[in-house]
Nanobody, 111 residues
C-alpha cells in the first residue's frame, strides 16, 4: 500500500525557514507527480507547489521565489524548502499525489 508520510513543520519567526519532507512509502518516488497544498484556518485548501519526475516544478504565486522543491530518490523523499516565511504562511501543509494525501503537518509563522 502506497502512503505519503510527512514530518517536520513547527513554529518559526517571520523571515525564517523550514524544510518539509514527504516520503513515498511502498513505491518508487520517480513514478509520481507530487504536490504540496496548504490549508489555513477558516480557508480552503490551496495549491502551493508541484514536482515532476523530470525536475520540472510549478509554484503558486505566493510561493514563487521563496520556496524550492527537491527530491532525493535514494530516500524516496521530496522536500519543500520554505524561505522568508510570512505569517500568512501559517497553515497545515499537505503532501499529495492524485488521490493520495499525507497526514499534514502544522507550520506556524509568528510575526
Amino acid at each position: 500500500q502506497v502512503q505519503l508520510l510527512q514530518s517536520g513543520g513547527g513554529l518559526v519567526q517571520a523571515g525564517g525557514s523550514l524544510s518539509l519532507p514527504c516520503v513515498v512509502s511502498g513505491d518508487t518516488i520517480s513514478r509520481y507527480i507530487l504536490r504540496w497544498y496548504r490549508q489555513a484556518p477558516g480557508k480552503d485548501r490551496e495549491f502551493v507547489a508541484e514536482s515532476h519526475w523530470n525536475t520540472q516544478v510549478v509554484f503558486a504565486d505566493s510561493a514563487r521565489g521563496r520556496f524550492t522543491i527537491s527530491r532525493d530518490n535514494s530516500k524516496n523523499t521530496m522536500y519543500l524548502q520554505m524561505n522568508n516565511l510570512k505569517p500568512e504562511g501559517t497553515a497545515v501543509y499537505y503532501c499529495n499525489s492524485a488521490d493520495l494525501w499525507g497526514q499534514g503537518t502544522q507550520v506556524t509563522v509568528s510575526s
